[in-house]
C-alpha cells in the first residue's frame, strides 16, 4: 500500500470474523504495527479473498507516533 508522506507506521485492526471466500471457518482478531519504508507499507493479512470488504480499522501515525488519520470501513 501506498501511504503520503508524514506517515511513518500504520496499524491494521481486524476483528474476528469469517476469513473469506468459500472458506466458512472465522479467524481470531488480528492486529499489527508495520513500518512503512518509502512511503510503502507492506503486511501479510490472514484472510481469504475478501479481506478488502471485511471490517478493519486502519490507523496512520507520524514519527512521533501521533495519530495522522484513522480510517474504519464497514
Known amino acids: 500500500m501506498l501511504v ?3 506517515v511513518a507506521s500504520v496499524t491494521l ?7 473469506g471466500g468459500f472458506d466458512q471457518h472465522h479467524a481470531s482478531a488480528f492486529t ?3 513500518n512503512v519504508v518509502g512511503n510503502l507499507l507492506v503486511v501479510t493479512v490472514p484472510r481469504g479473498g475478501n479481506r ?7 490507523t496512520w501515525r507520524s514519527a512521533s507516533g501521533t495519530t495522522v488519520k ?4 464497514l
Open 4 to 6: 503520503p508522506d508524514g
Open 52 to 58: 478488502l470488504m471485511a471490517p478493519m480499522t486502519m
Open 13 to 19: 485492526h481486524y476483528p474476528a470474523g469469517k476469513i
Open 70 to 73: 484513522t480510517f474504519t470501513s
Open 32 to 34: 499489527a504495527t508495520t
